[in-house]
């Protein structure tokens, strides 16, 4: 069965530190990729998504995440967090167009003044 | 701005009850889903609707039924509570991915059932 793995569960930053959420999935084939987050108290949220093209992708916030095929992998990254990232960061994927989403088990991500 | 609404942000039933959760979005979505997200175990598709009248299930369906009569709303229908169901439930719509949309889903603010 395909499978979305996120393999920080639990990350913790100071603040101005940079960030790389790792997300490996299983699957060969064509692929949509998504980060989602979660805020504290609030619905979950789009980030970023990749369909085609360059596989670097900026979304909200400063973040980017880089699609590399070879390692199935879709690592977010931001170069300098801040409080208020602090919540679940979640990496979807949707295979083959099918409009179903895989989701990870997400990262809590807490930063720290 | 895409909405999709819950009926309830928080319930509490009994065992044995019959429970309903209401979902709605505004956009027009084809499609609609119903997630339960558990601490460790993100989000897990339980069932999906592709159009009205229609539903598929999806990872975890045991348990749960689902209603979509109308394109805007979709229901979630726990026919017995059991404990084993205390979740937060979201609920999602997004337009087909192959209408160019590129299969975005949009979330509602999510159900905090408790099953004592």
């Known amino acids: 069965a395909q499978s979305v793995s996120q393999h920080n569960h639990h990350v913790i930053l100071s603040e101005a530190a940079s960030l790389e959420l790792g997300c490996n999935y299983s699957?060969?084939?064509?692929?949509?990729l998504f980060w989602y987050v979660q805020y504290p108290g609030q619905h979950l949220q789009l980030l970023l998504k990749?369909?085609?093209?360059?596989?670097l992708v900026k979304g909200i916030k400063g973040f980017e995440a880089e699609f590399i095929k070879s390692k199935f992998s879709f690592n977010l990254r931001k170069p300098s967090v801040q409080w208020s990232d602090t919540a679940e960061y979640f990496c979807?994927?949707?295979?083959?167009?099918?409009?179903?989403?895989?989701f990870g088990t997400g990262t809590r991500l807490q930063v720290f003044p | 701005d895409v909405k999709v609404t819950q009926s309830s942000r928080y319930l509490v039933k009994r065992t044995g009850e019959k429970v309903f959760l209401e979902c709605v979005q505004d956009?027009?979505?084809?499609?609609m889903f119903w997630y339960r997200q558990d601490p460790g175990l993100g989000l897990r598709l339980i069932y999906f609707?592709?159009?009205?009248?229609?539903?598929e299930k999806g990872d975890i369906p045991e348990g749960y039924s689902v209603s979509r009569e109308k394109k805007e709303r979709f229901s979630l229908i726990l026919e017995s509570a059991s404990t084993n169901q205390t979740s937060m439930y979201l609920c999602?719509?997004?337009?087909?991915?192959?209408?160019?949309?590129?299969?975005?889903?949009?979330f509602g603010p999510g159900t905090r059932l408790t099953v004592l």
């Open positions: 609707s592709y159009d009205v009248k229609m539903k």
């Open positions: 999602a719509s997004s337009s087909p991915t192959s209408g160019g949309a590129g299969g975005e889903q949009f």
């Open positions: 956009m027009d979505h084809e499609n």
């Open positions: 990749y369909f085609s093209g360059d596989p």
């Open positions: 699957y060969g084939g064509t692929v949509n």
């Open positions: 979807a994927v949707d295979i083959y167009n099918t409009d179903k989403l895989i």
